[in-house]
């Protein structure tokens, strides 16, 4: 097994930390986001409405969607790794299950059927009709329900902003997050190993705690590898006996 490294950079800003933890395998992209939610989930107790850029340059005029990784399945994947008494099998099923949604929400996203660019044209469009942009003619129509529903409310509060950084030209950087209730991520993976660059706004207002959440990534990168260690090999001998 190739040992392969987790760099965790944290930036509270304007207060720059820097973490480093080792791991002795590499993840996938559709997992390293499973890594993001189950901190997420062991920091502040939800898995949030969570932002992942998706790109749609397949399409003459693509530019780019957004990926949702927050599924029924990630939800119960964060569930059973933060249940002491889930076997790794159990775990390590759950994440599978996760990270095939993940995979096909992905390919959806770049074959422009996400949901995220549209809902805005139309709320956009919504609101020039009803009139309550200043500026633009009104037409008296009311503005959809569904733009005014709690759920499209916390659908648009993005708490976890995320993107890929994997190019070998960039020695560092970062996502910023969107709001001062949010985390930005910039991860990837490169020759040394994975890299998770955390940045959050260290301001009145914030809701976010970065050392917990820095910590628990560490703790889930850890944890991810036990449960693949620890199933992977059970999962062979089966094969083997088939």
């Given at each position: 097994?190739?040992p392969?490294c987790a760099?965790?950079f944290?930036?509270?800003?304007?207060?720059?930390?820097?973490?480093?933890?080792?791991?002795?395998?590499p993840l996938?992209?559709?997992?390293?986001?499973?890594?993001l939610?189950l901190?997420?989930w062991r920091?502040?107790g939800?898995?949030?409405?969570?932002?992942e850029?998706?790109?749609?340059?397949?399409?003459?005029?693509?530019?780019?969607?957004?990926?949702?990784?927050?599924?029924?399945?990630?939800?119960?994947m964060?569930?059973?790794?933060s249940?002491?008494?889930?076997?790794?099998?159990?775990?390590?099923?759950?994440?599978?299950?996760?990270?095939a949604?993940?995979?096909?929400?992905?390919?959806?996203?770049?074959m422009?059927?996400?949901?995220?660019r549209h809902?805005?044209?139309?709320?956009?469009?919504?609101?020039?009709?009803?009139?309550?942009?200043?500026?633009?003619?009104?037409?008296?129509?009311?503005?959809?329900?569904?733009?005014?529903?709690?759920?499209?409310?916390?659908?648009?509060d993005?708490?976890?902003?995320?993107?890929?950084?994997?190019s070998p030209a960039?020695?560092?950087?970062?996502?910023?997050?969107?709001?001062?209730?949010?985390?930005?991520?910039?991860?990837?993976?490169?020759e040394?190993?994975?890299?998770?660059?955390?940045?959050?706004?260290?301001t009145p207002g914030?809701?976010?705690d970065?050392?917990?959440?820095?910590?628990?990534?560490?703790?889930?990168?850890?944890?991810?590898?036990?449960?693949?260690?620890?199933?992977?090999?059970?999962?062979k001998?089966?094969?083997?006996k088939?």
């Amino acid at each position: 097994m190739k040992p392969c490294c987790a760099f965790v950079f944290s930036r509270s800003l304007p207060s720059p930390t820097h973490l480093f933890c080792a791991l002795p395998r590499p993840l996938p992209f559709p997992r390293r986001h499973r890594i993001l939610q189950l901190a997420h989930w062991r920091a502040h107790g939800t898995t949030p409405s969570t932002y992942e850029s998706a790109s749609t340059a397949g399409f003459k005029h693509g530019r780019t969607e957004v990926i949702r990784p927050v599924t029924v399945e990630s939800v119960e994947m964060c569930k059973l790794f933060s249940d002491p008494s889930a076997s790794h099998a159990a775990r390590f099923a759950a994440l599978g299950k996760a990270t095939a949604t993940h995979r096909k929400t992905t390919v959806d996203c770049m074959m422009g059927k996400g949901v995220d660019r549209h809902l805005y044209a139309l709320h956009k469009w919504s609101e020039r009709l009803a009139g309550t942009k200043p500026g633009l003619p009104a037409s008296g129509a009311p503005p959809p329900s569904l733009f005014a529903d709690p759920a499209y409310g916390l659908f648009k509060d993005i708490r976890l902003s995320t993107s890929t950084l994997a190019s070998p030209a960039l020695a560092g950087g970062g996502f910023g997050p969107v709001s001062r209730t949010s985390y930005g991520v910039g991860y990837g993976i490169e020759e040394r190993g994975a890299h998770f660059h955390v940045m959050n706004y260290k301001t009145p207002g914030s809701t976010t705690d970065n050392a917990a959440f820095v910590g628990a990534v560490e703790q889930a990168l850890r944890d991810f590898h036990a449960t693949i260690a620890a199933a992977a090999p059970a999962k062979k001998e089966k094969a083997e006996k088939a």
